[in-house]
């Protein structure tokens, strides 16, 4: 299996922002060109409930939570309006499941890029995260 590096995040936090999430793993593999890119990462909560409630880009024209459902065995994205991390829990974002879709890129990626991402918190709370293009596998 192949082993992802950490991602160091970046984090632009509120007066009540504790290090309580960390995000481990985000990545994004290369998109074809034109397609919309997915978003991965683990979210490692060590404090009480959060509920990532929107995700933002400026490097996206439309940054939405996604996730992937089979009906009659075909598989369809969703857009899910909240996702609850529990207290000292954690969710994880991966093919097939749960994930950031970014639409209508700026601009290509290129492998080795970061694309910043912003998180919102139910509470308002927000943290921007650096994710790196991979390869596609
Ligand atoms: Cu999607």
Redesign the pocket.
Known sequence: MLKLLTLSSVFFCSLLCAQELVIENAYIPQPPPGS?A?AYLLLKNSGPLKTLIDVDSAQAGMA?I?Q?VVVDGVAK?KHVDAIDIPPNGQVQFAPGGT?I?LMRLSSPLQVGDEVSITLIFANQQKQEIRVPVKARQ
């Open positions: 919309p997915s939405m996604h992937t994205m994930h879709m």
